[in-house]
């Protein structure tokens, strides 16, 4: 006979957790730290607190794991033996990081926002301004994992295609008739209508905008 496994309450309570967001806190003072872990647990979010990245066997798990719920790194700028400007670097994912500093200069501040950090924040910390900062961090990510979710299926629905079916379906969303498209292709108009239709059957049928969405997120056109 099958075990059955139950979930216990705290599975229950640190899934939920995880749903709502995972908060990485990066600091190497003790007492701030473990105010941050229960100001962000009090919010309901999943926490994993370390003095620094090194001691986190969590966020060390992150880099074997594919990422599937929103997350967002706080990080000291300056933390015990090393600088916290390197998660922005060393970070999986894309996921944003929240620089927090008491004493760092405009030059830092300048490098965190280059190598790509969300937000700087100084000490001591707004707590209003750190929690909708966390907020809108995690929203950010939420969007970009729901993104590369939607890229994935569009890349399985056009997969189907042949490589002649999708130069004709690549034109059609770019505004090109049917003739025109027999003529940039070198092929007959019947041949142009009969890859047409079978790409848009292999598709299921998407709307004109829908096709050109589609298109542009696997091959964004270049800017002017």
């Known amino acids: 006979m099958p075990s059955l496994k139950f979930q216990t309450i705290h599975d229950i309570n640190s899934q939920h957790r995880r749903n709502c967001g995972s908060v990485f806190v990066f600091e190497d003072d003790d007492s701030l730290r473990q105010s941050l872990e229960a100001l962000l647990l009090s919010e309901g979010y999943h926490v994993a607190c370390a003095p620094s990245p090194d001691e986190s066997k969590e966020y060390a798990a992150l880099h074997d794991t ?32 929240i620089m927090m500093s008491g004493n760092s200069t405009e030059l830092e501040v300048v490098r965190a926002y280059d190598q790509g950090a969300y937000r700087f924040l100084l000490k001591p910390l707004d ?5 909708n900062t966390v907020k809108n961090a995690l929203s950010t990510h939420r969007e970009l994992l729901a993104l590369r979710v939607e ?6 629905r056009f997969s189907k ?11 059609v969303s770019q505004g090109y008739r049917n003739a025109e498209i027999g003529d940039r292709l070198e092929i007959a108009l019947r041949t142009v209508k009969l890859h047409k239709q079978h790409a848009l ?8 905008p829908k096709l050109i969405y589609w298109t ?8 002017a």
């Open 151 to 156: 890229q994935s299926e569009v890349a399985e």
């Open 216 to 223: 542009n997120m696997l091959e964004p056109r270049p800017t």
């Open 127 to 131: 707590i209003d301004d750190l929690l």
């Open 201 to 208: 059957e292999k598709l299921d049928y998407p709307t004109l």
């Open 161 to 171: 295609l042949t490589p002649r079916e999708l130069d004709v379906i690549k034109l």
């Open 66 to 97: 594919q990422i599937n719920t929103p997350a967002v790194i706080l990080c000291d700028v300056v933390l015990q033996f090393s600088s916290g400007l390197r998660v922005l670097t060393e970070r999986p994912a894309d996921i944003p990081v």
